[in-house]
């Protein structure tokens, strides 16, 4: 953290033996445990160019009720049909992060250590961590550690939002 904002991230995937890392400091990069010393291994991410078709948004297994129901149907409305992938903890910036997902609402409590390293990397990608009604990036280090919520979304969709 610098100045109550991420700049470096490392996500870990125990089970796939897969670590995703990057921010202002490194860039993005997916790597497997055994490549962690040698950087030839690394195999380096690039920001996707055109959002999926239909768009992905990924989210938690809870099913979908209030605010997240709205801005999914909000969603739709502008964008038309969407795909669900539904994925646990921090795993979600993984798909984020590679561009398989384009969208992430979460209107359900979080910690500040549940999404501080995926913001740092899909920052770095050209992405976003913002709050849903102000448009703002989260900060951190604030004497509640809970987040508020947040919506991340791709550099892919953030800039065809920009174009269209």
Known sequence: MENRQPVLGIIVAPVD?????????IPPALLSFDDIGQTSGWVFIEPKVAPNSPLVLISSRT???GAAL????ELQAAHGELTFLKKGSA???FDL???I???Y????PTMEWDIAAGQAIMEALG???VHPQTGQPLYYNKESLVNPHFVVTGAALLQSRSNG
């Open 97 to 99: 992060a590679l561009g």
């Open 105 to 108: 609402p979460r209107f359900a």
């Open 63 to 65: 099913p979908h009720a």
């Open 70 to 73: 709205d801005f999914i149907n």
């Open 17 to 25: 033996r897969k670590i995703l890392i990057g921010g202002k400091l």
């Open 91 to 93: 795993l979600k910036f």
């Open 101 to 103: 997902a384009d969208i």
């Open 127 to 129: 992405g976003s961590v």
